[in-house]
């Protein structure tokens, strides 16, 4: 079975960091492609980054660009998601999901606040 | 990197069927045939619903489909039942990123 398991939200200060975590499972996570995406409190679903199986290649949403970094470790089947300088616009539950034409696995989310 | 264009809400009452659009540029809907579907409940993941257009993962109902004309995606339910009351998103890939739709909220009457 299919898992992802993300983990590091929390709560963070407008300019802090946080960096997040998501476990892999039930696949071999080397051979996929793996995507952030963003949801904002009653709003919509929104991109944020991917990067291919190998992690040669990596992709930002423009609102997100110089300020978060995508990354993989294939070893331990990990993917992260690095966010510098976070914005109050940033707070959203981030999902961790699998996919390169299309995302067919989710994972059930972490919520990152930013607030003073 | 615009968000694809969905109606923020459609209605239908059981057994009838609806369908949402999702319109986007040459460049992402109508440049590739990698359009998807999501429906989500509140509290809960998306999950998939159509792949590459038209393609139905396994264990999705068949009164699910999907099409593209140029650059406009649809998404058709049909037999609508109460449990298909939720949101939907469309999502195009591109070669530079991959873009959602703002969402459709179906209301089943």
């Known amino acids: 079975e299919v898992q992802l398991v993300e983990s590091g939200g929390g709560l963070v200060q407008p300019g802090g960091s946080l960096r997040l975590s998501c476990a892999a499972s039930?696949?071999?996570?080397?051979?996929?492609?793996m995507h952030w995406v963003r949801q904002a409190p009653g709003k919509g679903l929104v991109w944020v980054s991917r990067?291919?199986?190998?992690?040669?290649?990596?992709s930002y949403a423009d609102s997100v660009k110089g300020r978060f970094t995508i990354s993989r470790d294939n070893a331990k089947n990990t993917l992260y998601l690095q966010m510098n300088s976070l914005r109050a616009e940033d707070t959203a539950v981030y999902y961790c999901?699998?996919?390169?034409?299309?995302?067919?696995?989710w994972g059930q989310g972490t919520l990152v606040t930013v607030s003073s | 990197q615009s968000a694809l264009t969905q109606p923020a809400s459609v209605s239908g009452s059981p057994g009838q069927s609806i369908t949402i659009s999702c319109t986007g540029t040459?460049?992402?809907?109508?440049?590739?045939?990698?359009v998807s579907w999501y429906q989500q409940h509140p509290g809960k993941a998306p999950k998939l619903m159509i792949y590459?257009?038209?393609n139905r993962p396994s264990g999705v109902s068949n009164r699910f489909s999907g099409s593209k004309s140029g650059n406009t995606a649809s998404l058709t339910i049909s037999g609508l039942q109460a449990e298909d009351e939720a949101d939907y998103y469309c999502?195009?890939?591109?070669?530079?990123?991959?873009?959602f739709g703002g969402g459709t909220k179906l209301t089943v009457l």
């Open positions: 999901a699998r996919g390169q034409w299309q995302i067919d696995y």
């Open positions: 039930g696949f071999t996570f080397s051979s996929y492609w």
């Open positions: 999502s195009s890939y591109t070669s530079s990123s991959t873009l």
């Open positions: 040459s460049s992402d809907v109508g440049g590739y045939n990698y």
């Open positions: 590459e257009v038209s």
């Open positions: 990067i291919n199986s190998d992690g040669s290649s990596t």
